[in-house]
């Protein structure tokens, strides 16, 4: 027999909506220094800090950039040797391997004007945290093709022989999503637990090992602070003591800001599913696609801009 009800919880799935907000003040602060150039992905660009954002400090005559590809970043440090060039480094397991590559690669063309700015997540501790919340009742998962693509499914199995729920790995067509909902509510309604690949053409259940030694070579797993979640052991990045020296936070002594959210805006919560899009006093009055005060707004991929585009009006 079927649950009375399958909640679907945004979760921790888009690393802009769940990067602390100490670390955007920490980038404003880093593009507000002399002779600094700030390169960034675009969905960063106007996520707000408690005062300002990197759109505002552009728009002051900043030197701030956006990259479609880290490796761009080696190319812009190259022309430009009399700047200190910064890559906001923000992703999951998807995205920082090829930032890991791009930083070795500035070590082998030894490019010393350049340092990253690491906001890297690992998504497992995120769920581990999430499932020992007591915060709403979560019956099973619909996991990311992505990042699974890179990590496999090993490192999820603890979905199952932890908290005793099942798992599905999904695409992001509407079809492989609908797929794999329906594999999940099967395997909720037969009470079965286990993780399983409904993304086969994509992931497979080893992941990408090459992926994988690339992140262990250049990073190891710290304990970083999430928007809604809080502080979660091993579950961001630091450099590995050989690539130490392209880090922005000792390259600039940086300070550590603190993180609080805007008065009235719920994406911590939403993002933790213990309260709506909806459910936010500032959703779809003082904050819309146009005007967004939080990330769950300023990202395409957030929650409140997903609700906002799709269920405002129901």
Not at 148 to 174: H, K
Not at 181 to 186: E, M, P, S, T
Not at 201 to 211: H, K, L, M, Y
């Amino acid at each position: 027999m079927l649950p009375p009800q399958i909640q679907l919880l945004s979760g921790p799935g888009c690393p802009v909506c769940v990067t602390a907000q100490g670390d955007i003040d920490a980038a404003i602060a880093l593009a507000r220094i002399p002779g600094v150039t700030i390169l960034t992905f675009g969905d960063m660009i106007r996520v707000p800090g408690s005062e300002s954002s990197l759109q505002m400090e552009h728009a002051c005559g900043r030197d701030i950039r956006i990259l479609y590809s880290p490796y761009d970043a080696l190319h812009i440090a190259m022309e430009n040797p009399e700047q200190q060039v910064v890559f906001l480094a923000v992703g999951f397991e998807t995205t920082m391997p090829l930032i890991a590559a791009t930083i070795r690669s500035a070590a082998q063309q030894r490019i010393t004007n350049l340092s990253f700015f690491l906001m890297g997540k690992l998504l497992p501790p995120a769920l581990r945290s999430l499932c020992k919340q007591d915060i709403t009742r979560i019956d099973g998962f619909l996991l990311p093709g992505h990042v699974t693509a890179i990590l496999g499914i090993e490192p999820l199995q603890f979905l199952a022989t932890e908290f005793r729920r099942p798992g599905v790995v999904a695409g992001f067509q509407p079809e492989e999503i609908l797929l794999a909902l329906a594999i999940l509510v099967r395997r909720i309604g037969a009470g079965e637990i286990g993780v399983e690949i409904a993304y086969r053409s994509v992931v497979r259940p080893e992941g990408n090992r090459t992926a994988k030694a690339l992140l262990k070579e250049v990073f190891q797993p710290t304990d970083v602070t999430w928007r809604g979640l809080g502080l979660i052991p091993d579950s961001g990045l630091a450099f590995q003591s050989s690539y130490a020296n392209f880090d922005a936070r000792k390259r600039f002594s940086l300070q550590e800001f603190a993180s609080k959210d805007h008065d009235g805006c719920l994406c911590g919560e939403i993002l933790c599913g213990r309260f709506t899009s909806k459910d936010c006093p500032l959703f779809d009055h003082a904050c819309t696609p146009e005007t967004p005060i939080g990330p769950c707004m300023v990202s395409s991929e957030g929650s409140c801009a997903a609700a906002y585009r799709y269920e405002r009006w129901k």
